[in-house]
Structures are given as C-alpha cells and as structure tokens.
C-alpha cells in the first residue's frame, strides 16, 4: 500500500507540473495572438494544422479559459481558408498568405485581452553542478580535438 500511494503522489506530482506546463503554452500563444500575431505566422500556421490538439483542453477546468482567443482566431482563419479555397485552392504557401492577412488587419478588440507575460530566470545556487559537466559533454562529443578518454576524470 505504502509503494502505490507514493507512486501515485509522484503521478499526481507529474500531472500537475504537465498541467503548469500546458497552462504556460496556452498562455504564450495568447499573448502572441494579442500583441504579436503579425511576426509570428509560422505559429499560427503550426497552431491551425494542430487545432485539434486544443480540443483535448476544452474539459479541463483551469486549461480551458485559455482556449477563447485561440478559438476566435483558429475559426476566422478556417472560415478565410475555406472561402479561398472554394475560389481558388489552398497551397501551403496560399495559407501562409492568408494567415499574414489575417495578422494585419485582424481587429484587436475581438481577442480578450491577456497580459503581457514576463518571465525572469532565477538562477539555481549550485546550477555549476548541471552546467559544468554538461557544457563538457558537449565539448568532448562535439569537438573535432582528440581527446584521450583514459586521461579524463570528472570531480
């Protein structure tokens, strides 16, 4: 019993970091449909031909209030493609065409506005003890310098 409780605690303890981590996604791509939707077109793109994967977060109570403004601006660009391409066809570069489009004249008071988001590193007391050995590692297998492997000793 002791070995499935904790095993679940660590399960419950990894839910809820992927859940931090979706919630930051989410709320990264707002802020980039907000303020910077016009430099960021490849997103968009990524984000219309992975639509469905928003879908999963529908349900979930804190997940979904992020979904609104994705929502609008996923739907818009799906309602463009379609009338384009009832005209004339869509070609990859016809939907990053549209998207660019969409990006200049989308009208800013249709999204819910979200806060700029400002992140700030904090870095770890010992973070040598992570960094050192990796930064070596990379060196030793990335270099074109021999280096004798016998000679090599980590402290």
Do not use: Q
């Given at each position: 019993a002791v070995v499935s409780t904790q095993s679940t605690g660590v399960q419950a303890a990894e839910l809820s970091t992927l859940q931090d981590?979706?919630?930051?996604?989410?709320?990264?791509?707002?802020?980039?449909?907000?303020?910077?939707?016009?430099n960021?077109?490849?997103?968009?793109?990524?984000?219309?031909?992975?639509?469905?994967l928003f879908s999963r977060f529908r349900t979930h109570p804190t997940l979904s209030e992020h979904l609104p403004n994705i929502d609008t601006v996923l739907g818009c660009l799906s309602d463009r493609l379609e009338q384009r391409a009832e005209q004339e066809g869509v070609s990859v570069t016809g939907v990053q065409e549209v998207i660019e489009e969409l990006a200049r004249q989308w009208p800013s008071d249709r999204l819910q506005v979200t806060p700029v988001l400002k992140f700030e590193y904090i870095e770890e007391?010992?973070?040598?003890?992570?960094?050192?050995?990796?930064?070596?590692?990379l060196i030793f297998s990335q270099s074109t310098l021999y280096w004798d492997t016998s000679r090599i000793t980590l402290r």
């Open positions: 981590v979706i919630r930051t996604f989410l709320e990264v791509f707002n802020c980039t449909l907000c303020y910077s939707s016009r960021n077109g490849a997103l968009i793109y990524e984000m219309l031909h992975k639509r469905d007391a010992e973070s040598n003890e992570f960094f050192v050995p990796y930064i070596w590692t």
